[in-house]
């Protein structure tokens, strides 16, 4: 069962054709799509979209670290996530994406990692796995998980680290997922195809992060989730093995750590 384990669905820049990016991917054999909303706005439109495609999209949903500020009071935010997450279960199976992202100055790394930590502790309090964003951070990252959030369910969504650190990522615990995104199918991108092969399958998702990291050959036009294959398929390749066991593992994977039938 092939799985994005990550799309933002719900953005404006489906607007025109949203039904029919749904049907492209249906028709290429993408069986669930786990839809993100970053911020209050996107919680509401992520809600939206969800209840159109019950049983297809499911949703997590949290503070993206370049958009806490965007959220008004971001702990009022947070309250107003617990209540959507008690009035939805079974459709918000996640929190996230939170993490730190030093690329992007919007929000000072300080803010970014209370709000980080605040959210791994709510996560923790609803019993939801997390879906994790980093970018340019990870050994900020990686110490206040190792401190905060071991043996936890959690996805690292498209990991941009190295080989090094992905085994770290790995030896948090029995339920950590790294997760591999558009940017694998790049001719060059030496260290990600590294990353694809030393992963175990039984600790990848596959994921399209659309409407971003569009991969080859379509780079620099809008990403969807029917892309998610291409990126199934490169694993596939570099792997070895077959692009059937890679949809299956990791369509298991998507289902086990997020609870999805
Ligand atoms: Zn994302």
């Known amino acids: 069962m092939l799985i994005d384990a990550h799309a933002h669905l719900d953005l404006e820049d489906y607007a025109e054709d949203r039904a029919e990016t749904i049907e492209r991917a249906r028709q290429v ?138 085994a770290e990522c790995i030896a948090l615990g029995p339920e950590v997922f790294i997760s591999i995104a558009g940017p694998v199918t790049f001719t060059k991108a030496f260290e990600r195809h590294e990353v694809a092969r030393v992963v175990p399958l039984e600790r990848m998702l596959v994921e399209t992060d659309c409407p971003f990291l569009t991969p080859h050959p379509f780079r620099g036009k809008r990403n969807e989730p029917a892309r998610v294959r291409l990126v199934a398929e490169k694993i596939a390749e570099l792997k070895g093995i077959s692009y059937e066991d890679v949809a299956e593992q990791t369509g298991e994977n998507v289902r086990r750590l997020f609870g999805i039938v």
């Not at 609803?126 to 959690?154: F, Q, Y």
Request: charged share 25%.
């Open 29 to 166: 054999g993408v069986a669930r799509i786990l839809n993100v909303g970053v911020d209050p706005p996107r919680w509401n439109s992520s809600l939206e979209l969800a209840r159109r495609y019950p049983g297809f999209i499911y949703l997590a949903l949290g503070l993206h670290p370049t958009d806490i500020l965007r959220a008004g009071d971001p702990d009022a935010a947070l309250d107003r996530l617990i209540t959507i997450v008690k009035e939805n279960p079974g459709l918000v199976v996640a929190l996230g994406e939170t993490g730190l992202d030093y690329y992007h100055e919007d929000v000072p790394p300080e803010t970014q990692k209370v709000y980080f930590e605040k959210q791994i502790d709510l996560a923790a309090r609803l019993g939801l796995p997390l879906v994790i964003h980093c970018r340019d951070a990870m050994p900020d990252l990686l110490e206040i998980l190792k401190r905060k959030a071991t043996n936890r369910k959690i996805m690292m969504h498209c990991f941009t680290g190295t080989p090094a650190e992905a």
